[in-house]
């Protein structure tokens, strides 16, 4: 093939006309050269035969359509080569193969001389201010005021990118979102900023922390009335006067009455307080109160139980479980206390009555806010702002303290610094500038990635100090050890494997168990078996990321995490109980690996029936990261396809007759092997040999080259040959759930770099997490506009 190039002429005048520098024009040159030394031969050899010299197969021609130089800067034509080659997608597995030197060297060329990427100095790419989801809204709202917001209600459902819904550039907000997330911010600040009357407060000592002298080990949950016993328990006082001592217990040991009796006594400070004499009792719970003036400092309270009365000959003896023991004080209401959740706003309680106090209290309040929410200290200048509006709500008649505070809140939450994560840059606007985030950006999109949810106090803090970069990895620990990062993994997981769709999506089990009646139908396949589907996926996932374990777990794990129903669906004995929990596998077992979780067989099928296609787009998508084209219009149904056929026909079969078309073939030859693997399971899910009486192949062919029998065979692949593919989808699946941007062909030194590094450490979970978190794009950002 004969590449033109651009005439000496030509560039010596654009070099003295300024429209391109020596340096542009030299770098232009040496592209031009290393290309016709290295590149070219090389694509001569592989590719030139199918997509040069007017050979377009698969629709691409790798003709130039006008000189060399314009050639070489078409990155859209070269970000193909690239993908194929690095995914081993071509040249087909039937045609001679380049060397994987070769092949790296293509890469490289690429990477370096076309996209100009420096491996060294990766480019972190922008990302567009991003809107808070609406799992990320309630999340946000839940952490800062302990409100458990209905956002399902309020907001409408998010659009989506890149399978995920993080995504910057569909997360935007009408005038009428924006109505919404008014009504939004009044009714949380009227739940979480109320008025709440102060009471007595009332200390719980339980049972097991009052106990009998050393060496017995005798406590107060177990007190025999036929022995004479003393418990006891010291406890801080902080506020002196008198105190309700409520002893709240229960009698147990026969269940008909007896005649046996004990005195239970109150003792404070070795002085008797009060006492009451027990019997059988058949309620559950007894309360015996007396008073007592408690000093400040410790106080030792015993209880002192002794026999009164013996059980008569053929009854049985009782016994005192005190459950707990309850002070309440000081009854002259000299100290009083609010609700727990006042506290999270009025975090010393009530208003002072003093003018001034009331104000610098008002200011402090808002300002804990208002760092919170918008995720870095507030200026003074929106503080006074915000207390302004305090004073507007103040003029109202009867207005409270609280109300006034509420008023400026639902400012605080209807703000954009609220609703947007936006992320300051020096020189915003400017494409080629590269610079770190700053601390309280970075805080935001560590918790927002973990999370689902703003930066509790620690991180805010961390980032306050400047010190969150530098203790990163313990944070990413700490938080993935948290309760919280189980948001996390129903969040990415339930969009990157679906399991956010397996209950609803639409499968009729009525058709695919061949059952009439459909109450009997939804007894075998109903929501109990799909809630339990998805739980088994993202349990499989979070135990991974708990103990650090292998991706490739995913794959090859002779265990899987079920209950009694979902075992007894998968044919499996020995589980009992509706709790999930990890059950290891039998040996001759048909399930293990995510290929035969119920989940993923369930939203990749048809209502109806299976789908080869479907299955196999979403391995190809989400696990190989080589996504197919969409089918061209127009494409009959593989019932359509099969019309007129004498037989009942497999699934295999229609699926050959269906890509017999020029124009669906090479797709199909990419989708059909991986889809068809999976057809051992129908499309609840359940396990099958046969389809309407003809044994089932699972047999085929990848179109890069490798061989399998079945699902055993396929999970080998993706855990050796297939091995780098996995890992550079579910690295290119993270950094996009995290950034809020797909992934870019400047990610690639990115992606390469991490992938390196779990090739290193046998793909540990938590260790990826912490590599994505410590890359370029996650902890840089750039300047919007095109460089």
Known sequence: MMLPRLPLLLVSSLIFSGLIGPAAARAASETEA????????????????????????????????????????????????????????MPPAEKDQPSDADRVRLSDWIERQIFELDPDNPDPGRVTIRRLNREEYRNTIYDLFGVRFDADDTLPPDDTGYGFDTIGDVLSISPMLMEKYLVAAREISAEAVRPHQPFIPTTTISADRIKAAPPSKRTAGYLPMNQTSEVSVKQLIRHPGEYRVTVEYETWGSKEATSHSANLEVWVDGKKVGGDNLGWDNRKTIK???????????NVISLHCNEASPPEKGEQS???????????????????????????VFYKGGAPTDPKARRDYTKEVLRRIADRAFRRPVDEATLERLLQLTDIAAEQPGAKFEETVAHAVTAILASPRFLFRAEIQVEPNNPGKVVPLDEFALASRLSYFLWSSLPDEELFNLAKKGELRANLDAQVERMLNDWKAQRFVQNFVGQWLMTRDVEGVNVDPRRVLGIKDLGDAFKVFGSRQRRAMKDETEMLFAYLLKENRSVLELFTADYTFLNETLAKFYGIGGVKGDQMQKVSLPKDSHRGGIFTHGSLLVVTSNPTRTSPVKRGLFLLDNLLGTPAPPAPPGVPTLEEAAKGKKKKLTMREMMEIHREKPLCASCHARMDPLGLALENFNAVGMYRDQEDGQKIDPSGQLITGEKFSGINDLNRIFTTSRRVDFYRCIVSKLLTYALGRGTEYYDGPTVDRIVASMEKNGGKMQDLIKAVVQSAPFQKRRGDGDL
């Not at 707990?324 to 506290?343: A, F, R, T, W």
Request: net charge negative.
């Open 34 to 89: 290393s290309f016709k030394k290295e590149i070219d031969p090389l694509l001569a050899d592989y590719c030139y035969d199918c997509h040069a010299d007017g050979a377009t197969k698969g629709d691409f021609s790798m003709d130039p359509a006008g000189s060399l130089e314009d050639y070489l800067k078409d990155k859209e034509h070269w970000i193909r080569i690239w993908e194929n080659v690095r995914a081993q997608m």
């Open 288 to 298: 015996y109160t007396a008073k007592a003036t408690l000093s400040e400092g410790e």
């Open 318 to 344: 009782l016994n005192i479980k005190v459950l707990n023991l309850h002070l309440q004080g000081p009854m002259d209401g000299s100290y009083k206390v609010y609700p727990k959740e006042y506290y999270r």
